[in-house]
């Protein structure tokens, strides 16, 4: 097949993507498939020749790729890179997806994995991996995401919206300590836990300087774990415990910081609870194909917490789901030809194959 793989951006999560993004190119390589690595934002403003021809190319499309740094990239020196931009997509990003039988999402947070590049695609007849729009950009609000939960009676932390500028009050359900997270961020960006009331104030401060609105949410104390699903199912449980602090941006990506284990060490009748809430949390947002549910489990009353939904999971060399996988037996090429199945599923029942 021929295949862009898109990735970068500029979302806070723009290094993450790059990494996901280098490790699917390399792996749909090694498969046979006639693979391009994009960055959404930059594009491709120098083509010679045919556009087409680039799929036949020798050429290593992953080697500037660099490793996930401790911190969040500079997104206004990436943003300087295209003045006076109007378009989020660079230079052919369309052309040459217009061209491939298959785009393979690797985008995360803003502008690739909230809907509004899917939209998009789905205008134009553009195949992609993951989930539709709708599903994206209620999975990418975090408080749309716990409406829906709590609507359809899957277990939340509760929590309270909170706009910039505006007063607020931390109810008694939710108290001290508590999290304080951006709605529509990602990888830990702009996730902050607060001991008390001035801790709070500077949470928010920090918050507000990413999104005009954020969510102040019970702490839960206890273990943390993911669960991806791939067509309704549950693949393993994956605990996931930070050497120190919390399950934040570094601890996520530098090896190292986090011990994870998979399959998780849980009671059978805990770990089925928490895969039929995983299950049923994708299954009311409407997630096609697959995606990933964190969550907490409270080591006081062994409640588990569903507390977000994320349709284009991490692929990158420390990443949650590409574990899951390898717990059932399947390696991360395997894996990456996985979802391309079940992706292009959804346009074969649909009828929509362009």
Not at 69 to 78: F, N, V, Y
Not at 87 to 98: A, F, M
Not at 172 to 183: A, L, S
């Amino acid at each position: 097949m021929k295949i862009v793989v898109l990735a970068g951006g500029i979302s806070t999560e723009r290094d993450v993507s790059l990494s996901s993004g280098a490790g699917i190119y390399q792996a749909l390589k090694e498969q046979g498939h006639r693979v391009i690595l994009l960055d959404v934002f930059l594009g491709l403003p120098d083509i010679q020749g045919p556009p087409e021809e680039l799929f036949d190319r020798e050429f290593d499309w992953a080697a500037s790729v660099r490793g996930v740094a401790e911190e969040a990239p500079d997104l206004e020196q990436i943003k300087a890179q295209r003045p006076n931009f109007r378009s989020l997509l660079g230079p052919n990003v369309l052309e040459l997806c217009r061209l491939c039988d298959m785009v393979f999402l690797g985008l995360h947070g803003a502008n690739g994995e909230d809907g509004r590049l899917q939209a998009l695609f789905d205008l134009m007849g553009i195949r992609y991996t993951g989930t539709g729009h709708t599903s994206s950009a209620l999975c990418m609000d975090k408080n749309i995401t716990k409406q829906m939960f709590r609507g359809f009676g899957i277990p939340t932390p509760p929590s309270i919206t909170v706009k910039k500028g505006t007063p607020y009050e931390v109810p008694e359900t939710i108290g001290f300590p508590c999290m304080v997270k951006t709605c529509c961020g990602g990888s830990s960006v702009g996730v902050y836990r607060a001991e008390d009331e001035s801790g709070l104030k500077q949470a928010l401060t920090e918050a507000f300087s990413y999104e005009d609105e954020v969510l102040i949410e019970r702490c839960i104390p206890g273990r943390e774990f993911s669960i991806a699903v791939v067509e309704g199912k549950a693949l393993p449980i994956i605990e996931i415990a930070p050497i120190s602090g919390f399950y934040d941006y570094k601890n996520k990506y530098q090896a190292g910081s986090t011990v994870e284990t998979c399959p998780a060490n849980l009671p059978q009748k805990t770990a089925a609870r928490m895969q039929k809430h995983a299950e049923d949390a994708c299954a009311v947002l409407g997630v096609e194909g697959y995606a990933r549910v964190d969550f907490m489990l409270d080591d006081r009353s062994g409640e588990d917490y569903a507390l977000e939904v994320n349709t284009l999971p991490g692929m990158t060399p420390t990443s949650l789901m590409p574990q899951e996988a390898a717990a059932l037996g399947m390696s991360y090429a395997e894996l990456c030809e996985w979802i391309l199945h079940v992706s292009l599923k959804k346009y074969q029942t649909g009828g929509n194959i362009p």
